[in-house]
């Protein structure tokens, strides 16, 4: 299972980004996917999470700013990112727990590379 993220970039404080993560692969069902974030210096810490059914939870810190939201059918997460501040700047991982591979139970977690999201105030 791989995943790609895109969509990071450079906005202004107040602005909006939208980071899409794309799981690839065979043999493999998804249940949660989701989002985490690292700032320089700082630990990686989580975003938001959506599962199979589509039920999400958000950190405080994003609450009512960002949107999780995904395609089972294209194995994608999307995290929707307004009213931006400069404390949102960090790179961004999405993450996917799997639960089948190849037709057994399992427990695996995949990240993606990280893409950049910069705010500048």
């Known amino acids: 299972v791989q995943l790609q993220a895109s969509g990071g970039g450079l906005v202004q404080a107040g602005g909006f980004l939208r980071l899409s993560c794309a799981a690839s692969?065979?043999?493999?069902?998804?249940?949660?996917m989701g989002w985490y974030r690292q700032a320089p210096g700082k630990q990686r810490d989580w975003v938001a999470t959506?599962?199979?059914?589509?039920?999400?939870t958000y950190a405080d810190s994003v609450k009512g700013r960002f949107t999780v939201s995904r395609d089972n059918a294209k194995n994608t997460v999307y995290l929707q990112m307004s009213r931006l501040q400069s404390e949102d700047t960090a790179v961004y991982y999405c993450?996917?727990?799997?639960?089948?591979?190849?037709?057994?139970?399992?427990?695996?977690?995949?990240w993606g590379q990280g893409t950049q999201v910069t705010v500048s105030s």
């Open positions: 692969g065979r043999g493999f069902s998804i249940n949660t």
């Open positions: 993450n996917a727990d799997i639960d089948s591979l190849w037709g057994r139970t399992t427990w695996s977690r995949f």
């Open positions: 959506i599962n199979r059914s589509g039920s999400t």
